[in-house]
């Protein structure tokens, strides 16, 4: 099998599905899923607890945020409008 295809299965049989890496490229399915926190300090240390890297830190109307991707590479925005 290449790096770049993987199959998986649904939990029922004979539906395989066969996906590549440009299946997951940024913006496929999605771009992101934002999670909105009311202490982002406590939530970006937890984050970086958990070994991942926040990046894209940034102060704006009418809040504040970060990014991170989890370890199968999905982008989160964590928000604060506090």
Request: proline residues 6%; hydrophobic residues 35%; without cysteine.
């Amino acid at each position: 099998m290449s790096d770049r295809t993987t199959t998986t299965s649904r939990s029922t049989p004979g539906h395989g599905v066969a996906y590549t890496a440009d299946d997951f490229a940024k913006g496929q399915p999605l771009n992101h899923i934002g999670v909105e926190v009311d202490d982002l300090a406590a939530i970006e240390a937890k984050v970086v607890a958990a070994g991942l890297r926040p990046f894209g830190h940034d102060s704006y109307d009418p809040g504040r945020r970060f990014y991170f991707l989890d370890p199968d590479g999905i982008e989160y925005e964590v928000v604060s409008y506090r």
